[in-house]
């Protein structure tokens, strides 16, 4: 086991020392727990294997930036607390804010949700777009500095043996290690491990002594294909964005459409079951055109395309449970998809992540009169995980409505769960306020459990009582093209 080599190996970590945290992994996570640490300590460093673009383009660090992204709700309250008045700043530079229920046209497995004012508003953009503008905001931050190309080999124990007293790493170019770089170490009171699904912390653990966490792995073996389009005026129109969703196990694909800056549209399609999109020009037409309505394919076929076609099939949702663990060192946590990565499709990571930058600020204070060892590290775990909880459960419930869908299991109570569920969003078809309150659960600004509250419990168990012998309804494929003026969704668009 090697050790930090420098004073902080002779401090208890029951001292306050704030001097310096050390944040692994520059991507949304560790981004937004970097602004939250700059508030506690003197130096912040963020360490990113990747070397950021000068503007918004993608970089090779982050090849899922090509497809869409979205900052539900939630996240885009709490990023404007970090960096308050960013969203405006956003949205004077391209960014297109939706209103999601009368924006955002959504063909659920049951018929078209019904068009309201629902007073949840989210913000549409590519996801370069959003990461050079926190990036800007956090180059105003006197006491944060970013590391680039650069690779971390390992943590560095303090003397004590309990407390994570630093990393060590080196600088890399292109991917690959430079040929005149050599091992360097930096000393933390704090190190957080924010480096995404690839995360090395259970093999960083293990070569100190402790146990790799218990991991559960969830794979309905979703891919998707993405593509950007100039985006058509709008004339006006009420709509700007449309989500086909799937209605597995039947129907296993799916497409969505937003506008991002610049004036362009992203349409993603995506299938379960690997019935995945490909790259071909004439059969992703082809996919678009197999979705339960047409209305999606219809708006992209005469469009100009403005990219060439990505695909993405690393959809896995993953989950480590560090906060079962009874040994884990002092001064280290980890957040983001280091600990719980969601399928994408579901669009609730970079929420989540905002979450758990959140959390990671209260505990701070909590803790504000005390040294962050080994208790302080499984609080936050702990904490962290209650988070993830929720929406790990929502985002594995949807995927386990695939027949191929391994490591998940099929409990009673889950199938009632999606039987439940299954009579909401069939109930947001028609009532705008059960409709509201599934928008705001889905957007982050509810707990799930506000779906059984008296309102919609009795709503379900009434509609549930008069269709019992009813005949399902299925909705039926429309022409009409985006944009569109809609005033009400109750069944198929007319």
């Known amino acids: 086991m090697k050790t930090a080599q420098n004073s902080t190996s002779e401090r208890s970590h029951n001292m306050k020392r704030r001097e310096r945290a050390i944040v692994i992994g520059g991507s949304m996570a560790g981004l937004l727990a970097a602004r939250v640490l700059s508030d506690h300590f003197e130096h912040v460093t963020i360490l990113e294997r990747d070397v950021y673009p000068e503007g918004c383009e993608n970089r090779r660090g982050l090849p899922q930036g090509h497809h869409l992204h979205a900052l539900l709700a939630r996240g ?32 659920t497995p049951h018929g078209w949700g019904k068009s309201f004012k629902s007073g949840v508003m989210i913000l549409s953009f590519s996801r370069p ?28 124990m303090t003397s004590a043996g309990d407390c994570v007293g630093g990393v060590a790493f080196h600088l890399i170019k292109d991917g690959e290690d430079r040929a005149d770089s050599h091992e360097e170490f930096l000393a933390a009171d704090l190190v957080v491990d924010a480096s995404g699904r690839s995360s090395r912390a259970p093999q960083w653990l293990t070569a100190l002594g402790y146990k790799a966490p218990r991991e559960t792995v969830v794979n309905a073996f979703l891919g998707y294909a993405s593509r950007i389009y100039r985006r058509q005026p709008t004339k006006g129109s009420v709509a700007k964005g449309v989500f086909i969703q799937a209605a597995p196990p039947e129907r296993t694909r799916m497409g969505i459409i937003f506008p991002i800056e610049d004036n362009r549209w992203i349409a993603t399609l995506c299938g379960g079951d690997r019935d995945y999109p490909n790259a071909d020009e004439d059969e992703y037409l082809d996919f678009a055109r197999s979705l339960r309505s047409s209305l999606l394919y219809d708006s992209i076929k005469d469009c100009e395309s403005l990219s060439p076609i990505r695909t993405w099939r690393a959809t896995e949702n993953r989950r480590r449970y560090y906060e079962e663990m009874r040994r884990l060192p002092g001064q280290f946590i980890l957040l983001g998809d280091s600990v719980c990565a969601f399928n994408p499709v579901y669009g609730q990571g970079m929420t989540v992540a ?55 299991s099929r409990t009673l109570r889950a199938r009632l769960m999606q039987a439940y569920i299954d009579r909401v969003i069939a109930l947001t078809t028609k009532d705008t306020k059960v409709r509201g309150i599934w928008l705001r659960v889905f957007q982050m600004l509810q707990p799930p459990s506000a779906l059984f509250a008296p309102l919609v419990l009795l709503k379900v168990i009434r509609e549930a009582l008069r269709r019992t012998d009813r005949p399902k309804r299925k909705p039926v494929s429309t022409g009409a093209r985006l944009p569109v003026a809609v005033t009400s969704h109750d069944g198929p668009l007319e």
């Open 354 to 408: 905002a979450m758990g930058a959140l959390e990671l600020g209260k505990s701070l204070l909590k803790w504000k009169d005390s040294g962050f060892g080994t208790d302080f590290t499984r609080q936050f775990q702990k904490r962290l995980a209650k988070i993830n909880c929720l929406p790990w459960a929502l985002a594995t419930g949807e995927d386990c409505r695939y027949r191929g869908t391994k490591g998940a």
């Open 129 to 156: 777009f959003l990461d050079y503008h926190v990036r800007r905001r956090l180059a105003e931050i006197r006491n944060i500095e970013i590391i680039t190309g650069a690779a971390v080999g390992e943590l560095r």
């Open 76 to 107: 885009r309250k709490i990023i404007e607390q970090f960096f308050p008045g960013i969203c405006d700043e956003m949205i004077t530079a391209g960014a297109v804010l939706m209103e999601t229920g009368e924006d955002l046209i959504w063909l």
